[in-house]
């Protein structure tokens, strides 16, 4: 099961409603789900919040790090508390996939999202989970900082909010560890964006 859900982000209001902050923004939705209070805990260097589910601790981390030095905190709480790699799922926004679009995957590369390369060096694995938030890519590569930092046009904001909302609804499934049915659950087609209401009398 998972034990330990990481959001990655920036701090601070500048960052709040950018690309890079899509993890975030899932474990604000988690933490409202779960009715779990956030507070910031020095000790790890992030937001955390700490639940039971079935008998078991599940913690909700959001590094305060910066995105470079995400690792720092993850790997302090996975440690203290003896949390497995695999037992870790790590919500970030993903340049390689449109909008809407949400994606479970374990281990792999880090593709060059530095929050992710920084877990895999703190943690010394890549055997966690990733919940792989798309936010689409500019198309250039020279633009991917300006991109990822800057906030998402209205409609795709929309379009990554239904897949925030959709990939919630695997909570329970990624609780209890059936990671066959949370990949089923996130992996659906994708929601349609609402159509403009009709005018009246057609």
């Not at 982000?9 to 975030?24: D, I, L, V």
């Not at 079935?54 to 949390?83: C, D, H």
């Not at 198309?139 to 900082?145: D, Q, T």
Request: with cysteine; charged share 20%; net charge positive.
């Amino acid at each position: 099961m998972i034990k330990l859900f990481v959001g990655l982000g920036n701090p601070g209001p500048e960052y709040e409603a950018t690309r890079h902050n899509a993890g975030f923004w899932w474990i604000d939705g988690l933490a409202r789900q779960l009715k779990v209070p956030m507070a910031v805990e020095k000790g790890y260097w992030g937001l955390m919040g700490r639940t039971s589910v079935a008998g078991q601790s599940v913690w909700l981390l959001e590094p305060l790090t910066y995105m470079n030095a995400s690792g720092r905190s993850v790997a302090a709480l996975a440690r203290f508390f003896k949390i497995a790699p695999e037992e870790i799922l790590v919500a970030h926004d993903e340049l390689d996939i449109a909008p809407g679009t949400v994606k479970l995957k374990k281990g792999g590369g880090h593709a060059g999202h530095n929050g992710l390369r920084d877990i895999h060096a703190q943690l010394g694995s890549a055997d966690y989970w990733r919940l792989r938030l798309g936010v689409g890519h500019p198309g250039v590569k020279s633009e991917v900082v300006n991109w990822v930092l800057k906030k998402p046009s209205p409609d795709d904001r929309i379009a990554i909010e239904q897949c925030l909302d959709r990939s919630l609804a695997a909570v329970p499934a990624l609780l209890q560890g059936d990671m066959v049915e949370a990949t089923k659950l996130i992996h659906t087609a994708e929601s349609p964006r609402p159509k403009p209401p009709r005018p009246a009398g057609v």
